[in-house]
């Protein structure tokens, strides 16, 4: 497998390469043409003047065989550092001089191209040797010697400019090299910083993908750390990466409790009714006792079927959560709250409890389930019911508040510690105070409550205090 730190750092060295050969080749060849051009333009200045000069001196003293001449011409190719060649308009050599000293070129003749070249088109520029006049090819240019006679322009020669290749090579290879070490030092720099960066990012990554293993083997309590300062995309990947370990640290937690509760759950009612099965069997429970332990075994038996039902409530409402399906239609909040008032009457009288009730006269329509909202009502109303003092009263009041129907339900009785507020809608969660009270609920109804209401995207909350427990819960209006 190929690590990021090789990834990127054969992408930043190939990038490199690419980008050093690209801009090392448009660099040799402006800079190769820059340096022949210059040369060029010089030496085609020079021969410019050499050829004005010998111009001039041929109208004048028609000879170009003098000390002055000799001078002149011998101090320009000296200053210049190139080869001067004069010659006739058939391309016999009169002159040739280096600056130092003057070569005897007798009898010799220039090539016809390079003289026809320069008295028909009035330049010659290029790289050549002049058919072996020259001991290797040299850049060379011409300039034709014309003068006017009469109003006629009259050629008397041409003049050759030359410069040794070597020097210009010598040039453009110090420059390249120049051009080289540097593209290999910064090359060098690169690699190294892209080691150290691709090093910086890899590491957190890599303590990711471990603590990502010990996340597989149940080990839920390792975090990743000491990049909360980054400020940069490494930094907010750790945050969500541990927020993350949080939730599934929390969601391992809620799944042993779960467990937990649910065995105890289903041990205590299990107990009793083998136990009593086992008493009338057996005998230990006299015949006139028979009665009343079979009706706490059919007690137990409803509580058991009770747990069950609410156990496949919640599946089916995890599963509508999952797939987000949860109907949405209109209905009138005030007739479901009146149904279920009336389906818990019986167990409301049998309490000798009140019921004040506080709901618009009118039809109050509101957006949700209407089965799960009489389910939140039932299961609020049957719980106030529950835990309310007897002969005290259970007040239902129903207002609108912002594009919201906002519903109390209140009870009096014991007050809830304030610890175990933030506890009441968890799973099988059942206060301390109530254990005793609440033999025939499973801890069930108000996570259900919460859950239906979270997928309807509403809100719920509780207050106890003072003896006085409200359930305040929203839905939205139509």
Same mark, same amino acid.
């Given at each position: 497998?190929?690590?990021?730190?090789?990834?990127?750092?054969?992408?930043?060295?190939?990038?490199?390469?690419?980008?050093?050969?690209?801009?090392?080749?448009?660099?040799?060849?402006?800079?190769?043409?820059?340096?022949?051009?210059?040369?060029?333009?010089?030496?085609?200045?020079?021969?410019?003047?050499?050829?004005?000069?010998?111009?001039?001196?041929?109208?004048?003293?028609?000879?170009?065989?003098?000390?002055?001449?000799?001078?002149?011409?011998?101090?320009?190719?000296?200053?210049?550092?190139?080869?001067?060649?004069?010659?006739?308009?058939?391309?016999?050599?009169?002159?040739?001089?280096?600056?130092?000293?003057?070569?005897?070129?007798?009898?010799?003749?220039?090539?016809?191209?390079?003289?026809?070249?320069?008295?028909?088109?009035?330049?010659?520029?290029?790289?050549?040797?002049?058919?072996?006049?020259?001991?290797?090819?040299?850049?060379?240019?011409?300039?034709?010697?014309?003068?006017?006679?009469?109003?006629?322009?009259?050629?008397?020669?041409?003049?050759?400019?030359?410069?040794?290749?070597?020097?210009?090579?010598?040039?453009?290879?110090?420059?390249?090299?120049?051009?080289?070490?540097?593209?290999?030092?910064?090359?060098?720099?690169?690699?190294?910083?892209?080691?150290?960066?691709?090093?910086?990012?890899?590491?957190?990554?890599?303590?990711?993908?471990?603590?990502?293993?010990?996340?597989?083997?149940?080990?839920?309590?390792?975090?990743?750390?000491?990049?909360?300062?980054?400020?940069? *995309?490494?930094?907010? /990947?750790? +945050?969500?990466?541990?927020?993350?370990?949080? %939730? @599934? #640290?929390?969601?391992? $937690?809620? =799944?042993?409790?779960?467990?937990?509760?649910?065995?105890?759950?289903?041990?205590?009612?299990?107990?009793?009714?083998?136990?009593?099965?086992?008493?009338?069997?057996?005998?230990?429970?006299?015949?006139?006792?028979?009665?009343?332990?079979?009706?706490?075994?059919?007690?137990?038996?409803?509580?058991?079927?009770?747990?069950?039902?609410?156990?496949?409530?919640?599946?089916?409402?995890?599963?509508?959560?999952?797939?987000?399906?949860?109907?949405? *239609?209109?209905?009138? /909040?005030? +007739?479901?709250?009146?149904?279920?008032?009336? %389906? @818990? #009457?019986?167990?409301? $009288?049998? =309490?000798?409890?009140?019921?004040?009730?506080?709901?618009?006269?009118?039809?109050?329509?509101?957006?949700?389930?209407?089965?799960?909202?009489?389910?939140?009502?039932?299961?609020?109303?049957?719980?106030?019911?529950?835990?309310?003092?007897?002969?005290?009263?259970?007040?239902?009041?129903?207002?609108?508040?912002?594009?919201?129907?906002?519903?109390?339900?209140?009870?009096?009785?014991?007050?809830?510690?304030?610890?175990?507020?933030?506890?009441?809608?968890?799973?099988?969660?059942?206060?301390?105070?109530?254990?005793?009270?609440?033999?025939?609920?499973?801890?069930?109804?108000?996570?259900?409550?919460?859950?239906?209401?979270?997928?309807?995207?509403?809100?719920?909350?509780?207050?106890?205090?003072?003896?006085?427990?409200?359930?305040?819960?929203?839905?939205?209006?139509?």
């Amino acid at each position: 497998m190929r690590s990021l730190y090789k990834r990127q750092l054969t992408m930043m060295v190939g990038i490199m390469i690419l980008s050093f050969t690209l801009l090392s080749a448009a660099f040799m060849l402006l800079s190769y043409r820059y340096l022949i051009s210059e040369k060029r333009e010089s030496m085609e200045r020079n021969a410019g003047y050499i050829a004005g000069f010998t111009a001039l001196y041929y109208k004048e003293y028609r000879d170009i065989q003098d000390e002055l001449y000799s001078n002149y011409v011998a101090n320009i190719a000296l200053i210049s550092d190139s080869f001067v060649i004069v010659a006739g308009p058939d391309g016999e050599i009169l002159y040739a001089t280096d600056g130092s000293k003057i070569y005897d070129y007798k009898n010799a003749v220039l090539p016809a191209s390079v003289t026809n070249q320069v008295l028909s088109h009035g330049t010659y520029a290029g790289l050549t040797s002049l058919e072996g006049i020259y001991p290797e090819r040299r850049y060379t240019a011409g300039l034709p010697i014309n003068i006017s006679v009469l109003g006629q322009t009259v050629n008397q020669g041409l003049v050759l400019v030359s410069a040794d290749a070597s020097n210009l090579s010598q040039m453009w290879s110090a420059t390249a090299t120049i051009f080289f070490f540097s593209a290999v030092v910064v090359l060098l720099i690169s690699v190294v910083a892209s080691t150290i960066t691709s090093a910086h990012q890899a590491r957190p990554l890599n303590e990711m993908a471990e603590a990502a293993r010990k996340f597989g083997q149940g080990e839920f309590d390792v975090r990743v750390t000491s990049y909360e300062g980054r400020c940069d *995309e490494i930094s907010t /990947l750790a +945050e969500a990466f541990n927020a993350m370990a949080n %939730s @599934l #640290e929390k969601v391992e $937690t809620q =799944r042993a409790e779960f467990i937990a509760n649910i065995s105890h759950e289903l041990k205590t009612p299990m107990t009793t009714i083998s136990g009593f099965a086992e008493g009338i069997l057996d005998g230990t429970i006299p015949p006139e006792r028979e009665r009343e332990s079979l009706q706490i075994v059919v007690s137990e038996t409803r509580r058991l079927s009770r747990l069950v039902r609410r156990m496949l409530d919640l599946s089916r409402l995890n599963a509508l959560a999952e797939n987000s399906i949860t109907a949405q *239609e209109t209905f009138d /909040l005030t +007739e479901t709250m009146s149904q279920v008032l009336i %389906s @818990l #009457e019986s167990k409301i $009288t049998g =309490r000798n409890l009140d019921v004040d009730v506080q709901m618009p006269q009118e039809k109050l329509m509101v957006w949700g389930d209407p089965d799960s909202v009489t389910q939140v009502c039932y299961n609020l109303l049957d719980n106030a019911a529950k835990f309310a003092a007897p002969g005290t009263t259970i007040t239902v009041q129903i207002t609108k508040k912002d594009g919201k129907a906002v519903t109390c339900i209140r009870n009096l009785g014991a007050t809830i510690p304030p610890e175990e507020l933030p506890l009441l809608f968890d799973r099988f969660h059942k206060a301390d105070y109530s254990r005793s009270m609440d033999r025939e609920g499973v801890g069930l109804g108000l996570y259900i409550v919460k859950t239906i209401l979270g997928n309807l995207k509403e809100t719920i909350n509780v207050t106890s205090e003072d003896g006085v427990t409200q359930f305040t819960f929203t839905l939205t209006l139509a």
